[in-house]
């Protein structure tokens, strides 16, 4: 699982606990032959960005442009223009 899914410890909330961060989990997905354009790396993004804001605000809604804003330091140098199935899917 964590070979095809290294999002898993983020997404289980293991990060509360100090074990992992997106970054780190983004590293060994990138680490073990991940694509920096690879769908489930930019889903794992929008779920970490909506993760910081229900803790933060007590919602999960993020306008889209906010959203693109929020997960592009997340994605570090990969172009935002590779995440375009973000703005084709929430039209």
């Known amino acids: 699982m964590l070979r095809t899914d290294p999002y898993v410890l983020y997404q289980h909330k293991l990060y509360e606990r100090g074990l992992t961060n997106f970054r780190a989990a983004d590293r060994v997905f990138l680490d073990d032959g991940g ?3 690879d ?3 930019c889903r794992r ?3 970490a960005a909506l993760y910081v804001e229900a803790e933060q605000n007590g919602g999960a809604f993020i306008p889209r442009q906010e959203l693109r804003r929020r997960i592009t330091p997340l994605l570090g140098d ?3 223009d590779k995440t375009s199935w973000l703005r084709n899917r929430a039209s």
């Open 35 to 37: 694509s920096v354009n």
């Open 45 to 47: 993004a929008v779920m």
């Open 39 to 41: 769908p489930l790396r």
């Open 78 to 80: 990969a172009n935002p």
